[in-house]
Structure formats: C-alpha cells, structure tokens
C-alpha cells in the first residue's frame, strides 16, 4: 500500500529549540510538497520540489524555515528557532508529476511550540 | 485572549439525500481543480479533480462541475454516508501545464459536511 510517510506525527517543543519533519513519498514520485494547516490560514503552501530540486519556496518563512531534499527518499522541514506562532499541522505530499493532477498527502506532522 | 479562526461553512445532511458543496476561485487562469476530503486526525485525500476545459466530470458517488463564467466549483455528493462526513477542500492550480508551478495547489478555506444517520 504505497503512502507517504511523515516523521514524527506529534511534535511539542521548548521556543528556540531545532524542529526538524521528516516525509518519505512514494517511491517513484518526482514532485514534493510541504504544506501548514492552522486554524487561522487553512492549508498553505511552504516548499515545492521537482526532481529534488526546490521549484518554489515562497511561502516559506526564510529566515527560520528550510526545506531540503536529501534523495529521493527523504524530504525535511526544518525550523530554527521554532516560534510558539510555528504551532500547527505541517503535511507533506507527493504526486508523480506532469499530467497527473493527484497529489497524496502524509498523515502530518502536529508541532506544537511552547 | 481569544483567538480567532476560520469560520468554515457548514453543511448538514441526512443519510441518503445527496449534497452539494460550492467554492469559489480567483484565477481565471488556473489549470485544473481538484476536491480533496479531509476527516479528523489525517491528511487531506484526493477525491476528484476537473481540468479547465472541461464542465462537468463524474467519479463514484461524486460529480463535479465546473463554471468558468462565474468561477465557480461544485461537488455533488450522491446518496450521502455518514462515512462522507469530512471537510472538504477545493483547490486550484494557477500554474500552466509545463511550468513550474505544474503541481502547486491553493486551497480554499474548506467546508464541514455532517451527515446524520
């Protein structure tokens, strides 16, 4: 049953502290992405990448987000210093690139800072 | 103090009647559309999706339509389950087919579907 998988799936963490998420897409997929749910602002769009490469980091806050592709295995989201603001649901998805629209997404990442 | 969140939509349902969720889009240049389901505690799941060309598409249980004229979205859900009750996701891709934001999704703000047995 092919999935994505994301790493840890609960996250509570002392402000200041390193965070770092973890996903594994599906094996074969070439498109990766890494999205932040909140009450607040719903589903956003953090990090995009294409044959490991990052497409598209925008939404991303750069001063303390990165987001890495390692191989084609291994996708991170790493957040240093983490904020009390950085508290929410951080989804990973993969999707097997042009022309297919569908887009599988992990169970999330809850991180909660304190 | 309090904080304030999204107000998401709601909509209920008895078992059996069909449903009809609606979303609005802003691009007119979007590519394609997709309606994603998200139940407690997981990740959002691929139900649907409907490429600009296009006005209707069927799936199992499931029509979506598309009016570009007024940009707008509509998932009609057929003899609705309690196993539907969800929130559900339109989103819409603003990249062009074989650019680089071929893929990248934005989502509207959802909308809760309750479903009483």
């Known amino acids: 049953d092919a999935r994505v998988t994301q790493t840890p799936r609960h996250k509570v963490t002392e402000m200041g502290q390193e965070v770092t998420m973890r996903c594994q897409p599906i094996l074969g997929h070439n498109t990766v992405f890494w999205y932040r749910q909140t009450m607040m602002q719903g589903l956003e769009l953090l990090a995009y990448?294409?044959?490991?490469?990052?497409?598209?980091d925008s939404g991303m806050p750069k001063d303390r987000f990165s987001a890495e592709m390692p191989d084609a295995t291994l996708a991170t989201l790493k957040i240093q210093p983490s904020e009390p603001r950085d508290s929410a649901v951080y989804f990973c998805?993969?999707?097997?690139?042009?022309?297919?629209?569908?887009?599988?997404f992990g169970q999330g990442t809850r991180l909660t800072v304190v | 103090g309090e904080s304030v969140g999204l107000h998401l939509p709601t909509l209920s349902v008895q078992e059996g009647d069909n449903s009809i969720i609606n979303c609005a889009y802003s691009n007119s240049a979007s590519d394609y559309f997709i309606w994603y389901k998200q139940e407690s505690g997981k990740g959002p799941q691929f139900i649907i999706d409907?490429?600009?060309?296009?006005d209707k598409r069927q799936g199992q249980r499931v029509t979506v339509l598309l009016n570009k004229t007024v940009k707008h979205l509509s998932l009609q859900i057929a003899a609705t389950q309690p196993g539907d009750s969800a929130v559900y996701f339109c989103a819409e891709n603003r990249g062009g087919a074989g650019g680089t934001s071929y893929g990248k999704l934005t989502f509207g703000q959802g909308t809760i579907l309750t479903v009483h047995p």
């Open positions: 998805a993969s999707g097997s690139g042009q022309g297919n629209t569908e887009a599988f």
């Open positions: 409907i490429r600009s060309n296009m």
């Open positions: 990448f294409r044959n490991r490469a990052p497409l598209d």
